[in-house]
Nanobody, 124 residues
Framework: QLQFVESGGGLVQPGGSLRLSCAAS????????VGWFRQAPDKEREAVSC????????YYADSVKGRFTISRDNAKRTIYLQMTSLKPEDTAVYYC?????????????????WGQGTQVTVSS
């Protein structure tokens, strides 16, 4: 089974940018749809973005649409989340995960191979 390690989080000011990376090990990424999820204090884990395995179909939560971009590099076995125009409400622990298709991005419990997460804090 795949294992993931997230990185790239940190403290940024509102309006700033971060690029998160998720390195996979234990297998190739090609067969899987991949996603980024986040969990803020006192809230449930929510889907941020998902990317299908081959056809480029994406999902973005309404709260991040137009600001975040998900991508993948199967050769590098890495998933990325480019985050721009960050807002305080983006503060959360961000996780990556994978699942076989077909899938629904918002059905977070169907995803396996979760990483440990990376903290993103947006504050002045």
């Amino acid at each position: 089974q795949l294992q993931f390690v997230e990185s790239g989080g940190g403290l940024v000011q509102p309006g700033g940018s971060l690029r998160l990376s998720c390195a996979a090990s234990g297998g190739i990424l090609d067969p899987f749809a991949v996603g980024w999820f986040r969990q803020a204090p006192d809230k449930e884990r929510e889907a941020v973005s998902c990317l299908s395995r081959s056809d480029g179909r994406t999902y973005y939560a309404d709260s991040v649409k137009g600001r975040f971009t998900i991508s993948r590099d199967n050769a590098k076995r890495t998933i990325y989340l480019q985050m721009t125009s960050l807002k305080p409400e983006d503060t959360a622990v961000y996780y990556c995960a994978a699942t076989l298709e077909p899938y629904v991005c918002t059905e977070t419990r169907s995803f396996g191979s979760w990483g440990q997460g990376t903290q993103v804090t947006v504050s002045s």
